[in-house]
């Protein structure tokens, strides 16, 4: 039996700014200081990393966007005003975001699901005492984000995955705030109906 | 920790940063170059155009040319020129002044209102200055042989130079606009709107025409003096020539050629003889009809030697302003005192060979002229 922390409309804001690159490193950065350019990488890729790979369910171009989330960044730094109140986390996962989705666009739905759905049978199938409870818990969720909308996947995975702000969702997504929650809401929802099988309670 | 973490995509190699960091080195040294291959090329369009620039505004600003027909074009900014088929100038445009050398023709300048440098033109040894808003005409008449004997064909007429067509350079200039300072060794001529200047060997002088500054200019350049109109009394075929053109510009019927008393063009209108000064008449009578009407008297008395009386003539100009005026017609009133028929005609005839400067408001103008004659004294008076 599991349990899904899908209750509440978002969780708090994260306001943990320690998290952040230090303020001198990103000031270096924004002068275009490559060195500090490369801890700026270091602080923010695994996020931006996640983010791609929960939205565009793995594979080896999830790196390639990675990179070209960080050389768009890179491009982008000299104009970042490091006192304006904006998180580079944030920003970075604007970038990413609107990248991923723009590839989901591009992208086939049908064959990629199909893709992926392979790729599960073919690990399985190649090694099946590797199969755990928690890895078919993985991939079950990723089956179900998979079925999401692309706007209420991408509004999902940063309020459940990355701790953002309604605010902050509908700031990246160039939504009105009250439609950042409904897709969130929504989301919720579906992930509910569909995960309530490993949920054991058959709601 | 969320169950939700079970979904783990996974994480970036472990030299991701340092990959990524070279990346976005290499991306800017590309970029840097690509600057600088951006600079490079728009320093050499920038220099090529500055170049192309300077090129055009040279071309503008200085250069010689011949006419091979009419032609307008520009000096500098300030100023323009209209050469006639054959005109020959050079002219360079400087900070103090748009100088032009005229070498030989005509031609017809223009000097822009407000044009900042004046407008200089070295005609046969003098300096033709004009400033803005002035527009002028200048003629060379070179002083070279002529291929096409024309110079021969006026000695033929004995009208005027030497051996070759013209003895010096000349140059005739006529101010329609504005003022012009003509400057020749030493000496300067102000020159305004409606005057006229001949310059040669001698200076520079002024010149009033007694009927238009194009007819004074045509007289220039033909050699004769551009004061006067031509006296075609001794060449008949220039005089018809000289009535043809006048016809011609008057728009009226094709008249016989030797009629004198042909009908006026119809499209002419009477003048009032008034339009004319009285003493303008007697001065061009006394000037160009007295010589001959002299000889027909002194002719008529080695036949009758106590001829003597009143011969009433009346005469008709005729002309247009660009080509001048001319009798047209004349007659003898039967109400004069002298009846001698060979007398009488030498003076009609005498009389169809003055000219005059065309009636001020066009058309034509008829004019009555006693003349006494006596062996002991000649003269006549106007009774117009």
Redo the contacts between chains.
Sequence with gaps: MIAFAMDGACPPARTDAAKELPRDVLVRCVAGDVDAFRDFVARYERPVYALLGRMLGGGADVEDLAQEVFLRAFRALPAFDVDGGARPSTWLLTIATRLALDVRKRRRPPLAAMDRAARDVAADAADPEATSFRAELGRAIARAADELPDEQRAAWILAEFHDLTTQEIARILDVPEATAKTRVFRAREKMRARLAHLRGDGT | M????????????PD??????R???A??RRHRARRRAIAAASIAAASCALVAGWWVARVDDRGERIATGRIDMAIGRDAAVELDLGAHIEWDVRRDAMVVTQRSGGASYRVRSGARTPLRVTAAGAIVTATGGAKLRVVVRDPAPRADGEGDAMIGRGKIVGATAFAVAAAWIAVIEGRATITRGGSALDVGAGEGAVVDDDGARRVVAVDSMESAEARFATGADPEKPEWPSRDPAVREALRARILAALQGPALPPGSPVAAPPITAAPADASDFEPSYIRDRVHEDFMPLGEKCYVDALASHPTLHGKIIVHFKIVGDEKVGGIVDEASIDEKSTLKDAALAECIRQSMMTVSFKPPPRGGWSTVTYPFVFSPDADGGEDDE
């Design positions: 969320s169950d939700f973490d079970a979904w783990d995509p996974g994480g970036p190699p991701f940063a340092e990959r990524v960091a990346r976005a080195l991306e800017r």
